[in-house]
């Protein structure tokens, strides 16, 4: 499904050892400059944007962090979810240095950071779940298939720093039900919320602060010591995490088309996606994804292809505020028609538009349920093309790339977007 990335702190993950093709990329937002290059490039297949929050050398306090730059520019890199790292003081004894800290809740007592994208301007943003549940449940199972210890579900408090607490705060964030203690997640969670953009903390405690009786009072080496010390653990974490939330739309999609062994005729496994259309949830969700891609697209008119394109199309077109325009078996129109005819892969078959369906000129979206050999989707392609319209992208919920209908498409010069796909079936 191609989904990007975007990871704050990086724990090591841009070495070039293990991030293939990578580039580093400098950004300019209308906020300025992020804290670093961002180094954009594969982790397990999967595109990732890497941004080191505090600056390649470590060089910029939590402070004077440009967090606004930072999460405005992974959006405008295309990042549909945020990862980040972050290093914590414990303020419970269960949760000892080492142990990874997911936190659902966070408690700002910073006092001089820009909180906002929308200056001058009343807007309320939701907060009451700032921390994304799915990705957190990602993460506990991996931790525990990779017996990693951590606690879930822990409220951060996040301090202005540089300084460290003093015992009475320590002790006062304890008293208020603090778990976590950090410099650099307000406004880092804040921001990404008001640009819609799912994100998780990843924490490493790496001390206890100083409410501690008979341990050792933080320090910035103690901390630089431990995060060394476990960044392995962290890149573990973030190697399989990255797959699986790449994946993890694309197998909840597939996971509601049923599968029918021997139809239309033995061999054949037919992909059912009136399972997927029956269930509200699936269907949310590809409707989310879509809507997501082209809501800022330069669309005019969605053109479905019969029959389950136009379910589809119907209501993508409607989410969008666009035009529908059908694409029809031969006959099927009342109006003036174009017609192309394509190969089957025995005889020939062909389909057909309105002559008045679309202007020239127009961006047309193209979408159906299925791609399989490509013959309909290229011939309805070059009906779109015949009345002057230009193809932005050919969209299907499933592909079969065995059948290398993508293929058809893409040597044409056609853009492809799947959700899903079945291979080797």
Not at 111 to 116: E, N, V
Not at 129 to 137: A, N, V
Not at 343 to 370: P, R, W
Request: with cysteine; net charge neutral.
């Amino acid at each position: 499904m191609g989904m990007k990335i975007g990871i704050i702190g990086g724990s090591g993950l841009d070495d070039p050892k293990i991030l293939e093709d990578y580039e580093e990329k400098e950004i300019e937002t209308p906020y300025g400059k992020p804290s670093s290059k961002i180094t954009i490039g594969k982790l397990s297949g999967v595109e990732v944007c890497i941004l080191a929050r505090h600056g390649k050398s470590h060089s910029i306090p939590p402070s004077q962090v440009n967090y606004r730059a930072n999460i405005w520019a992974l959006k405008e890199l295309g990042c549909k979810v945020i990862l980040a790292t972050s290093a914590v003081g414990s303020l419970r004894d269960e949760i000892k240095p080492g142990n990874l800290v997911f936190p659902n809740q966070f408690i700002d007592f910073t006092k001089q950071r820009k909180m906002s994208f929308f200056d001058g301007e009343v807007v309320h943003t939701a907060m009451a779940e700032p921390y994304d549940k799915k990705l957190r449940e990602i993460f506990y199972q991996i931790c525990n298939e990779l017996k990693f210890p951590y606690t879930k579900n822990k409220t951060m408090v996040v301090i202005e720093g540089p300084r460290f607490s003093t015992k009475a705060e320590s002790h006062m964030f304890r008293q208020i039900g603090c778990d976590i203690i950090g410099m650099t997640g307000c406004p880092e969670v804040i921001l990404a919320n008001e640009l819609g953009i799912p994100y998780q903390t990843i924490a490493m405690s790496t001390d206890y602060d100083c409410w501690k009786e008979n341990e050792e009072s933080v320090t910035f080496e103690m901390i630089l010591q431990r995060m060394k010390e476990n960044a392995d653990k962290v890149e573990q974490l973030l190697l399989v995490a990255i797959s699986r939330i790449a994946n993890a739309d694309s197998d909840f999609i597939k996971n509601k088309i049923r599968a029918i062994p021997d139809w239309p005729k033995p061999g054949i496994v037919f992909r059912d996606i009136t399972t997927l259309l029956k269930d509200n949830e699936g269907m949310n969700k590809v409707i989310e994804i879509l809507c997501n891609r082209y809501k800022n697209e330069e669309i005019e008119i969605i053109a479905g292809i019969e029959a389950r394109g136009f379910i589809l199309g119907g209501i993508l077109a409607n989410k969008l505020g666009k035009g529908f325009v059908p694409i029809r078996k031969k006959g099927k129109l009342p109006h003036e028609v174009v017609r192309e005819e394509y190969d089957l892969e025995y005889g020939k078959d062909s389909i057909e538009i309105h002559k008045d369906a679309i202007k020239y000129g127009q961006n047309v979206l193209i979408i159906d349920d299925l791609i399989a050999t490509g013959g309909t989707a290229l011939a309805a392609c070059n009906l779109v093309k015949r009345l002057g319209g230009r193809i932005h992208e050919c969209c299907f919920i499933v592909d079969l790339p065995e059948l290398k209908g993508r293929e058809k498409l893409e040597k044409n010069n056609y853009k492809v977007f799947s959700l899903v796909e079945f291979e080797g079936e």
